[in-house]
């Protein structure tokens, strides 16, 4: 499971114990396989490194360079936007900010790529449409076991403005607690940001703890286990 990053933490650099995918970890003397290539997104310097735990061939870690916090705001959206641009066959998510509120690696901010993959949250239906004042951008909830908006559009300007205000309007009602994972993909000419609603004060029942006793992330709450 992914907390044998915790065991890999616990050694190596002072750089390294802070951070389980610090750049520090790369050929070092305990991973002396473990390759980045390194890319600026949007004037901050990441590297991509394939992650030890893959869900499908393919399936990259985009990790911020500097070790910094996991944060949750229109940057993120921004920052994904921008990436796939580059990316256009890749789906790529971001986890939260908030421990046990589908945060994986608080500790360091990072991105997740994973080429021409289809979840169920991408495939569920639209339980009520929602037209915002900007042209050309759509949104709807979901008909999805956690709560889901998506929004759509071709407009990336107009997708990052409408989920920032968003993302930081659910994050005010309580905060510390709340917080959202994001899926970001393109569907034809349009790109679409899933939007996945998380609070940590709701957790797994400890009868279903047996199927999956760590926390949920990005992929999970997706239905990735379906």
């Known amino acids: 499971v992914r907390d044998s990053y915790q065991q890999d933490a616990q050694q190596g650099s002072a ?29 901050r310097k990441y590297f991509f490194q394939l992650t030890p735990y893959p869900v499908v061939p393919y399936h990259f870690v985009l990790v911020q360079r ?31 900010d908030v421990v046990n509120a589908g945060a994986s690696i608080p500790e360091h901010h990072h991105y997740q790529c994973l080429r021409a993959l289809s979840l169920p ?13 900007q042209d050309g951008l759509r949104g709807g909830l979901l008909h999805f076991p956690s709560t889901v908006c998506r929004f759509v559009s ?32 393109k569907q034809d000419d349009e790109t679409i940001v899933h939007m996945v609603f998380r609070n940590n004060h709701y957790q797994t029942s400890d009868s279903y703890q047996k199927i ?15």
């Open 121 to 133: 949250l991408m495939q569920a239906a639209v339980l009520k449409d929602y037209q915002f004042d």
């Open 15 to 43: 750089l390294q114990a802070a951070s389980r995918i610090a750049f520090d970890w790369v050929e070092s003397v305990d991973k002396p396989l473990l390759r980045a290539y390194e890319k600026t997104i949007r004037d």
């Open 66 to 96: 500097a070790v910094s916090p996991m944060r949750m705001d229109g940057e993120n959206v921004a920052d994904l936007l921008c990436l796939l641009e580059q990316m256009p066959h890749y789906v790529l998510v971001s986890n939260s």
């Open 212 to 226: 999956k006793s760590e926390g949920l992330g990005i992929l999970e709450v997706s239905g990735m286990g379906i």
């Open 154 to 185: 071709s407009d990336h300007e107009a997708l990052i403005a409408k989920t920032t205000r968003v993302i930081a309007a659910f994050k005010k009602t309580d905060p510390g607690h709340a917080s959202v994972n994001l899926c970001v993909h």
